[in-house]
């Protein structure tokens, strides 16, 4: 009887171990990017490039230059100076002090317009920054309000979201009119070593209805020429943990890197011995 417990003692060491060896020492069967690229040997098309497009609910920053500056403040938001306390405007012409302080902007409504000064209601849903930019110019130039306008438009609200198995999952400003995943993955500081590199995720929101994309970034073929390898406002960028990170968790929440899974582990070894050698 003693030899066989001490026998099944064994057996249950060696069945830990060998869990424990396979939890520690496996690795990701994906890890490295691109791996269908060769340097000077592939050459992979992109698809066609998509800019982003100014849709309701979005803001925006529009500035009208030109020789003189008078004139051009009937077509500019204030500058606003926000204290604690209280808050203050002046003229975008003018000087401001204080802290926190910024342009105002403009909100797409639900049709898709604005409402700019002088011009009054003009509608600039579906349009990219330099078509907004030229329709602004151009109307002021067909009704000679002013002679040689310097029309600029930024994005105010503008953002994408990075969650998951990154280095910095949380929401990024997006300040161009072109940004990759790439862009956003860089932004998040990069996948982590658990992320599952062959199935990133993009949920984008597109006529009211939720759309799910996946891309493998093993591939380059396979991201290149993905819808969503350009990305939209709002869109939401999702890396799954891999099967490394899955074994990682046990019921009662610890893990093979937390210090009480080891002293857990160290203890029930140590009970074994005893037993084993008693």
């Not at 797409?108 to 011009?119: H, K, R, T």
């Not at 349009?127 to 602004?136: C, D, L, T, V």
């Not at 990154?166 to 995943?181: E, H, M, N, Q, W």
Request: one cysteine or more; charged letters at 20%; a neutral charge.
């Amino acid at each position: 009887m003693k030899l066989s417990f001490r026998s099944l003692s064994l057996q249950a060491a060696f069945i830990l171990f060998a869990a424990w060896a396979a939890v520690s020492c496996s690795t990701p069967s994906k890890v490295t990017y691109f791996q269908d690229l060769r340097p000077g040997e592939s050459e992979q098309k992109v698809i066609a490039a998509t800019e982003i497009k100014v849709r309701p609910g979005d803001k925006l920053s529009i500035i009208v230059n030109s020789r003189d500056p008078q004139l051009t403040q009937l077509f500019n938001l204030p500058y606003v100076t926000q204290q604690i306390g209280q808050m203050s405007a002046s003229k975008s012409s003018g000087s401001v002090s204080g802290t926190g302080q910024g342009v105002s902007g403009y909100t797409v409504d639900e049709e898709g317009m604005i409402d700019f000064p002088v011009l009054g209601k003009i509608e600039i849903a579906g349009k990219n920054r330099e078509e907004i930019a030229s329709f602004i110019k151009g109307e002021l130039l067909a009704k000679n309000l002013v002679k040689d306008p310097v029309v600029t438009v930024e994005y105010m609200n503008l953002c994408i979201s990075v969650l998951g198995e990154v280095a910095k999952p949380g929401r990024y400003s997006i300040d161009r009119d072109k940004v990759t995943l790439l862009d956003a993955i860089s932004m998040a500081g990069d996948l982590t070593i658990y992320g599952k590199r062959e199935k990133v995720l993009v949920l984008r929101e597109e006529e009211g209805v939720q759309h799910v994309y996946g891309v493998d970034l093993c591939s380059a073929e396979y991201l290149y020429t993905s819808p969503v390898y350009y990305l939209r406002q709002n869109d939401v960028v999702y890396v799954e943990p891999n099967n490394v990170r899955a074994r990682q968790s046990t019921v009662n929440g610890n893990n093979v890197r937390s210090t009480s899974f080891w002293l857990s582990l160290g203890s029930f070894l140590t009970t074994i011995g005893v037993l084993i050698f008693k």
